[in-house]
């Protein structure tokens, strides 16, 4: 969250003739917002009703899990849906190569056994699965999954456990705008060293979930673990897994460390082991519209976490002066529209038998029929570095969003709001101004109850001297987590007409 780029604006930037216009307006100066276009001949569909009134029972026991969006998410949809490809993801192992061509055997019939690619999985029809999230967010992760329709919700330490079946998983996949990952839990017990492991990876029917054609590569994660070394641990798995390929069908899965077709994941603790297979591949939070590269840029999971958070609704004016790249912006608005956050991507659940491309396909149609068409909304977006806003511009293009979104360039200790009431959600830059870093907060805190009377201010900051130096009273401070780094997400009321620090209420 720290930037680089924290200067004033040189020349300007726009991406459309709008834009343009705006920035051409004048520089540094508090210049005026487009007035809203909003296309009223389109119906606005209303989003399905969270479940608030369903909260998440805390997690009670070991820490949930292995790793670490706002949805509108979707109409609660149709009983059964369906799920789809290709991640990329370090891993612990390198390459190896297969020991001999992916041909498949034939059973006694001559009927080829291996891959077996059924419409109807060989696992329970209920299945656990573990869904990490950016902690701090794992309640209302715990929400988003009992909106898509899981059962069991239980949210724990960094992710929040459910159950269902596959294609509950496939859902989650496409509409979690919070979740990193979805992992489906295979076995899990005691251990005591890493024989036990071994062992029980290899009583695992891995050939019923998977064909030998797939490559595969084992992660382990660990908390306070006993075992010495977690690569040998991770060799174990490994070697359960394609032991027991040989026993079955005579061939051995290949490893590939960058990017399996099954990747796997062990999670330890202090005596208990969980092993899963991870149905996303890479990080849901690639979206796949990130295009241009911001400095410091939040975390999708996160952005679409700190809209959840705040309540923001559509029919809001939402502003981030501090834009970026656009990330809250860009969640925001793919929320307003009811878009599948995973529409433009691929995961590795489509590499397994259990996979069903016609379930899969509806699934998707249906998601591309719950999409409104773009159209504008009531987002707008400011920064100070006119990179940032052609670097916000050509990520909202890339997804289909540039017309539904205003941008300017700005300081946000000058720009106007762009309407008399509204919220504004956004991470502002820290770390880079050192010992001007409070000077800034103090300009941000007094421009806000200049500019912005009406309004709520949602910001997210790491650093201890943000809410001691905006010289403003938080009525929230939640804590969260991005990445490694400790934040607080911290609300600001601007109430008209007060202009001194005051507690809220
Ligand atoms: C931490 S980054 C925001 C990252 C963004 N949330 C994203 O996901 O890409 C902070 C941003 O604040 C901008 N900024 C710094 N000073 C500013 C100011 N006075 N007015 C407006 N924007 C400013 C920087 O240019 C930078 O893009």
């Given at each position: ?20 216009g ?73 390459r ?23 419409a ?41 456990r ?43 029917p ?11 590569a ?14 040998f ?68 999971n ?51 038998a ?49 017309d ?61 001297e ?22 607080r ?17």
């Open positions: 969250m720290t930037d680089q780029n924290d200067k004033p604006a040189r020349k300007k930037l726009g991406l459309t003739p709008k834009n343009d705006e920035a051409r307006e004048g520089k540094r100066k508090p210049t005026r917002w487009s007035p809203l276009q909003r296309d009223r001949s389109k119906p606005v569909a209303k989003k399905p009703a969270a479940t608030e009134d369903r909260p998440a029972r805390e997690d009670k026991r070991r820490p949930s899990g292995p790793g670490t969006g706002q949805g509108t998410g979707p109409r609660p949809a149709r009983e059964r849906d369906a799920g789809a490809s290709g991640p990329r993801r370090p891993a612990a192992e390198g190896e190569e297969r020991k001999r061509p992916p041909t498949r055997p034939r059973d006694e019939d001559g009927e080829h056994a291996a891959p077996r690619r059924r109807t999985p060989a696992a329970p029809a209920q299945l656990k699965f573990f869904v990490p999230c950016p902690r701090g967010l794992e309640h209302e992760l715990a929400r988003e999954l009992a909106e898509l329709g899981a059962g069991e919700v239980v949210a724990g330490s960094g992710g929040a459910c159950t269902g079946d596959i294609a509950l998983a496939w859902k989650i996949n496409l509409w979690s705008r919070l979740a990193i990952r979805v992992l489906q839990e295979v076995a899990d017990g005691n251990y005591r060293d890493e024989d036990d492991l071994y062992r029980v990876t290899l009583k695992q891995w050939s019923d979930w998977f064909g030998v054609d797939k490559t595969i084992v992660r382990t994660v660990a908390h306070n673990c006993p075992l010495k070394s977690l690569n641990v991770t060799l174990k798995i490994k070697d359960g897994v394609v032991d027991r390929f040989r026993q079955d069908l005579g061939e051995r899965p290949s490893v590939d460390a960058r990017e399996p077709g099954v990747p796997i994941l062990l999670y330890l603790d202090n005596d208990r082991f969980t092993l899963y297979l991870d149905l996303s591949g890479e990080p849901l939070n690639r979206r796949g519209y990130r295009v241009e590269p911001a400095p410091a840029p939040l975390n999708e996160l952005a679409a976490g700190l809209l959840r958070l705040s309540g923001w609704h559509p029919d809001t004016p939402l502003l981030d002066p501090m834009m970026g790249g656009g990330t809250i912006l860009l969640e925001a608005a793919m929320m307003a529209l009811n878009m599948a956050p995973g529409m433009k991507r691929h995961f590795t659940f489509e590499n397994l259990s996979f069903d491309k016609v379930e899969w396909t509806r699934l998707r149609k249906d998601a591309e029929a719950l999409r409104q068409e773009p159209r504008q909304l009531p987002i707008y977006g400011c920064d100070i570095d006119p990179h940032m806003i052609r670097a916000a511009g050509l990520n909202l293009k890339a997804a289909g969003l540039l539904c979104v205003v941008l300017r360039e700005g300081d946000v200790t000058e720009i106007p709001a762009p309407g008399e009431h509204g919220m504004i959600v956004s991470n502002p830059p820290y770390g880079v101004r050192l010992d001007s870093d409070s000077a800034f907060y103090k300009g941000l805190g007094d421009a806000l109850k200049r500019n912005f009377a009406g309004w709520s201010a949602w910001l997210i900051s790491s650093d201890a943000f809410p001691k130096s905006i010289g403003l009273a938080a009525s929230k401070r939640i804590p969260l987590y991005n990445g490694p780094l400790e934040c997400l911290y609300e600001y009321r601007m109430v008209a007409g007060t202009m001194r620090k005051k507690a809220p209420g």
